[in-house]
């Protein structure tokens, strides 16, 4: 549930923030939107693809965090293991609006129904004064690094678009347990058409810090194996008892 | 003209979707070839017939060979999406009486052919066989688009064709032709026709541009047939002894409402004494009347679109096209090869128009004569398949009116008049009622309906196949009562994941479609 509404320091100074439960946003999310802003961080541990909107067809960036709907693997021991959680993770209950009023853009909103929102634990977003606190600093700091990231992964994409540089990525995987599962809908670099490209343009690709991102992408197309290990450690722990019946 | 002089210059005789696909398809197959030049002579006088607005399947290859994006086509063509034919009326006319030509294959076609098994099926669940062994029904009936938005360009959860405006497609093709495809345009009147004297066509001579010079000559100059009729004089082989259709009515209809639902198949509703189309685009329908002058008067038909159409039908501009059914007797005669209106035509009743355009633009494209020698071989290649094919097409025609059960009007009983029948059918016809169409029925390399479209034809229609030869063995038999539940399976899984058809070019025409 979600109701957006910008923030007011008169309407909003008593609400606080329990930042225990922000990552609890990403617990069974098995694709998280990233930015390429953020791949440098992303690729220590998540496979970067892309995949279709459902409502518009047009391509995300995301991390690959699990191999179903609802399957978060880094959630474990209710907590989002990783050493780096990506911006629209942690920037729960922020988020950026317009303000119809004034039309202005990029004002400051927050989910008032958000499960992290309390008037006791965590972290205040103003002070006695109505002063932002260095928290809420923080939070708009995270919001404008989104920001710029969505604009960045947008012209990445078009471009990825224009030079027809994307590919349907099929995995299919057997599990542990024997199952096999195939994952449709994700799309990858084309690694052989990037290859082929012309000097000419790979020097504009490479000025432009695409190129770097291409390959980063590319990279990090390894951690599949380490999401697959995970899995298996997974089904492994779930019964030491039974193991399945054959089929 | 030197026999082994190499073929390089193509010269197209006229605009229209027949002459933009044609010179289209030649220069993209050769766009790496700069010695071949495709020039296309428009007259800037007479505007195209525009006849075809029903596509099949093949023209998404077509427009893939184009190098055409598919969100671009659905923009600017007010396209949208086709997934087979609706026939109502055709066997009783009642209100209840329909059966659907869809475009997906029955479930598991290569694996079992349940046209065996179909009939054990319906007399269980009172079900149709195409709702039996097809999820195509089930999707056209609910109005759901073949495809979602996450579906690349030219991809689809099931197979699909278009419907499309005629002229839109002509002015879009023509700027793709010449701006990516280096097509020459010219717009002049083609006045004389000069020879050599092998009686080969060596240049046309416009009033406006002079005289133009070629290797190959396309006539697609529509009814005219400038260079295959009034030069060559090829003779034409009509039909209408077999299909009586002579004449159309046409109107366009606008939708009632902006977001109006639009139909993802093409209607088809028997009359009289015809049929009267319905073809659903994004901004307006194309209906129309098509029947027998020798059956009807041409005032009923219109009474009878009119009644079709509805409310405003009298404010609608009306056009009148004469249906002559028929063909060349050869389409490619010396360096002149015929596609489109001037080869021949039928009843638009399977949408055969822009088909036989794009096979006749794929051949001559794909097998385009080296040199001047060979030009023959291939020219004698190109009249044995067009013919074979125009004879199938007009088998499959006739199959549709002589299956029917009306006597309401002497057109339908005139219709089922054996010796109206080609042989070619009615030995087809002996064969199934014992032996469910199969694949081996229809052996050409050039086939353009496969054994299915008889089969959903046949029983959409209510031909029953006697199950008595051969006794079927337990195995096939279980194959096939697994394929019917799989139908069923795939039903739910389409109604589930399709938006309508509506929604989806909305979105299209919004978001467009990613190239993969």
């Known amino acids: 549930m979600s109701k957006l509404v910008a923030l007011n320091p008169l309407h909003h100074r008593h609400l606080k923030v ?22 440098a961080k992303i690729v220590a541990q998540f496979p970067i693809l892309f995949t279709k909107n459902a409502q518009t067809g047009q391509f995300n960036c995301i991390a690959l965090t699990g191999f179903e709907e ?178 | 003209m030197m026999s082994n002089q190499a073929i390089n210059s193509v010269v197209i005789v006229g605009g229209g979707t027949a002459g933009w696909i044609t010179a289209g398809r030649i ?55 086709k997934q087979g034919a609706k026939f109502a009326k055709w066997v009783t006319g009642e209100d209840d009486d329909f059966y659907y030509h869809p475009l997906v ?24 066989f195409s709702e039996l062994v097809c999820y195509q029904e089930a999707i056209c009936e609910q109005g759901l688009a073949p495809k979602t938005i996450r579906h690349g360009e030219f991809d689809a959860l099931a197979n699909y064709a278009y419907h499309l405006d005629s002229a839109k497609f002509s002015a879009f093709l023509q700027q793709h032709c010449t701006e990516k495809l280096g097509v020459k345009h010219v717009l002049a009147n083609v006045e004389s026709i000069t020879s050599h004297d092998n009686n080969d066509i060596a240049s046309v001579i416009t009033k406006e541009a002079g005289e133009i010079f070629g290797d190959l000559f396309v006539d697609c100059t529509g009814f005219s047939a400038l260079l295959i009729g009034k030069h060559y004089d090829v003779e034409f082989v009509p039909c209408d002894d077999v299909l009586f259709i002579d004449t159309a009515l046409a109107v366009q209809v606008p939708y009632e409402l902006d977001d109006s639902p639009i139909a993802s198949h093409t209607i088809s509703t028997a009359q009289d004494a015809g049929w009267i189309w319905d073809i659903g685009l994004q901004h307006r329908r194309g209906v129309g009347h098509v029947f027998s002058s020798r059956h009807t008067s041409k005032e009923r038909a219109y009474e009878q679109l009119g009644k079709y159409v509805g409310e405003g039908f009298e404010q609608l501009q009306l056009r009148e096209i004469p ?57 004698n290649r190109f009249n044995q398949t067009f013919d074979y094919r125009w004879q199938r097409i007009i088998d499959f025609l006739k199959l549709h009116y002589m299956l029917s059960k009306r006597t309401d009007n002497a057109f339908w009983v005139d219709n089922r008049n054996p010796d109206t029948i080609p042989n070619s059918l009615q030995e087809l016809m002996t064969l199934w009622q014992y032996h469910p169409p199969a694949d081996h029925d229809f052996s050409s390399n050039n086939e353009v309906f496969p054994a299915a479209s008889y089969q959903y034809v046949l029983y959409g229609m209510g031909f029953v196949t006697e199950n008595l030869t051969h006794a079927v063995c337990d195995r096939d038999h279980n194959l096939a009562l697994q394929q019917f539940q799989l139908n069923q399976q795939a039903i739910s899984k389409a109604s589930r994941l399709l938006p309508s058809n509506r929604e989806l070019i909305n979105k299209i025409r919004q978001y467009g479609l990613q190239s993969v």
């Not at chain 1, 959680?85 to 989910?111: A, T």
């Not at chain 2, 296309?40 to 596509?55: A, K, N, Q, W, Y």
């Not at chain 2, 294959?105 to 149709?128: D, I, R, V």
């Not at chain 2, 080296?370 to 071989?377: K, P, S, T």
């Open chain 2, 323 to 379: 249906i002559k059914s028929g063909h060349r007797k050869i389409f490619w005669k010396n360096n002149c090869v015929a596609v489109g209106l001037s080869a021949g035509f039928l009843e638009p009743l399977e949408a055969s128009a822009l088909v036989l355009v794009e096979l006749s633009a794929q051949l001559i494209a794909e097998q385009l004569p080296a040199c001047r020698q060979v030009m023959d071989v291939v020219a």
């Open chain 1, 18 to 39: 329990d930042t225990k439960k922000v990552e609890e946003y990403g617990a069974d999310l098995h694709m998280i939107p990233v930015g390429v802003n953020e791949f």
């Open chain 2, 105 to 128: 294959l029955p479930q598991g076609f290569h694996k079992t052919n349940l046209a065996k098994y179909w009939h054990e099926q319906h007399q269980k669940s009172g079900k149709s």
């Open chain 1, 70 to 247: 609802g399957e978060n693997l880094f959630w474990q021991n209710a907590q989002f293991d990783s050493v780096y959680i990506p911006l629209s993770v942690m920037r729960q209950p922020f988020f950026v609006g317009q303000d119809e009023q004034s039309g202005q853009d990029y004002v400051m909103c927050i989910n008032e129904l958000s499960s992290v929102l309390s008037k006791t634990e965590g972290e205040a977003l103003f002070d006695e004064n109505g002063q932002a606190t260095p928290f809420l600093a923080q939070a708009q700091e995270c919001l404008a690094q989104l920001v710029s990231g969505e604009q960045q992964t947008f012209d990445y994409i078009q471009m990825l678009n224009d030079l027809k540089l994307l590919v349907p990525l099929s995995l299919e995987f057997t599990f542990i347990d024997e199952q096999s599962r195939k994952i449709q809908g994700l799309y990858s670099i084309d690694e052989d058409k990037l290859k082929q490209l012309d000097g000419k343009t790979l020097e504009k690709l490479n000025s432009s810090g695409s190129l770097q991102l291409m390959y980063t992408q590319i990279a990090s197309l390894a951690q599949i194996y380490v999401l697959l290990n995970k899995k298996n450690q997974k089904l492994g722990e779930v019964d030491p008892w039974f193991s399945a019946a054959a089929e």
């Open chain 2, 27 to 81: 220069a993209a197959e050769h766009q790496h070839n700069p010695s071949i030049e495709v020039t296309l002579i428009e007259s800037p006088d007479i505007s195209p017939i525009g006849v075809g607005e029903g596509t099949w399947p093949t023209m998404r290859t077509t427009l893939l060979k184009l190098g055409i994006s598919e969100s671009d086509f659905i923009n600017q063509c007010d396209g949208s999406f």
